[in-house]
Nanobody
Framework: QVQLVESGGGLVQAGGSLRVSCATSGRIFWSSTMGWFRQTPGKEPEFVATITPTDGTTYYGDSVLGRFTISTDATKNTVYLQMNSLKLKDTAVYYC?????????????????WGQGTQVTVFS
């Protein structure tokens, strides 16, 4: 079965940086759009960023554009989210997700597989 495993979350001061990772299988990595979403209690998952590992095409949510960078390491079948200039509003559980096939997908309902999430907490 598909395995998506997030790691790297933690506690970080506002203005600081953190990188979270998503490890998956090669089959999923090379045949999917990979996405990062974040969620706070009682709210729908919010689009953060997507990347298509086959060509490196990226898209970002307006709230993180210019601060976050999504990237991949093909040798490890891993997707990263580098988060800089973190704000209190960035506090959330960050989820890695995959949708079969390339393209741009910003709606969480469009994704097929999800990891368990990793908590990112920003404090002042």
């Amino acid at each position: 079965q598909v395995q998506l495993v997030e790691s790297g979350g933690g506690l970080v001061q506002a203005g600081g940086s953190l990188r979270v990772s998503c490890a998956t299988s090669g089959r999923i990595f090379w045949s999917s759009t990979m996405g990062w979403f974040r969620q706070t209690p009682g709210k729908e998952p919010e689009f953060v960023a997507t990347i298509t590992p086959t060509d490196g095409t990226t898209y970002y949510g307006d709230s993180v554009l210019g601060r976050f960078t999504i990237s991949t390491d093909a040798t490890k079948n891993t997707v990263y989210l580098q988060m800089n200039s973190l704000k209190l509003k960035d506090t959330a559980v960050y989820y890695c997700a995959a949708r079969s096939g390339g393209g741009y997908y910003a709606n969480h309902h469009q994704y097929d597989y999800w990891g368990q999430g990793t908590q990112v907490t920003v404090f002042s």
